[in-house]
């Protein structure tokens, strides 16, 4: 079946360096969303690429889609502390139901 | 709006104690999934509906059980707790579409089997 793989599984950065995570799928995706979650909340969704190359942005937070759309990146400029959480990229193949990756944990310190 | 509702928060069972949760949605959702959430494991699928009346397994569909006689309303039964359904259970609901749209998440059960 599909499998979506995040890395790295957790992050420790000083507030104001850059963080990435990235996401691999074994198949080609028609989409794939963005979700954080707050320690101790429920992931609340950010984003959805669907064409292949695409980039979005959300003020300090870019999003890539791979022209391939097999993979993704996230990558967060200047972190602050209100960046802590977990970041979980999920994709869609075709009509099917969206496969969760196992998160990236991000700390940031002051 | 209120969103996902889940309750209750949280919640204890014996090994062997069936319980639901409940989850229900003002959006007007038709796709409704469960989801459990374990350290390192990420979210995995339980069962998903794309509709009233239609259910379907996901990828850990074992000792759960659901149903979907209104759009609003998908709860999950456990038929007989065991230790290892120890997690923390979301519900989410997407509109329809022919493409995913992004899921609103509830707040999450926090379930203990002792």
């Known amino acids: 079946g599909q499998q979506v793989m995040q890395i790295p599984q957790y992050q420790h950065v000083q507030e104001g360096e850059d963080f990435t995570t990235y996401c691999n799928s074994s198949?080609?995706?028609?989409?794939i969303q963005w979700y954080k979650q707050r320690p101790g909340g429920h992931p609340v969704f950010l984003i959805q690429?669907?064409?292949?190359?695409e980039v979005k942005k959300q003020k300090r937070l870019t999003f890539q889609f791979g022209e391939a759309k097999k993979n993704s990146s996230l990558h967060i400029t200047a972190t602050q502390t209100t960046d802590v959480g977990t970041y979980f990229c999920?994709?869609?193949?075709?009509?099917?139901?969206?496969?969760f990756g196992k998160g990236t944990m991000l700390l940031v310190s002051p | 709006n209120a969103g996902v509702t889940q309750t209750p928060k949280f919640q204890v069972l014996k090994t062997g104690q069936s319980m639901t949760l409940q989850c229900a949605q003002d959006?007007?959702?038709?796709?409704m999934s469960w989801y459990r959430q374990d350290p390192g494991m990420g979210l995995r699928l339980i069962h998903y509906?794309?509709?009233?009346?239609?259910?379907d397994q996901g990828e850990v569909p074992n000792g759960y059980n659901v149903s979907r006689s209104t759009t609003e309303d998908f709860p999950l039964r456990l038929l007989s707790a065991a230790p290892s359904q120890t997690s923390v259970y979301f519900c989410?609901?997407?509109?329809?579409?022919?493409?995913?749209?992004?899921?609103?998440f509830g707040s999450g059960t926090r379930l203990t089997v002792v």
């Open positions: 989410a609901s997407s509109p329809p579409g022919t493409r995913i749209h992004g899921y609103t």
């Open positions: 999920a994709g869609q193949e075709g009509y099917s139901t969206l496969t």
């Open positions: 509906s794309v509709g009233a009346g239609i259910t």
């Open positions: 690429l669907v064409k292949s190359g």
């Open positions: 198949t080609t995706l028609s989409n």
């Open positions: 959006m007007n959702h038709e796709y």
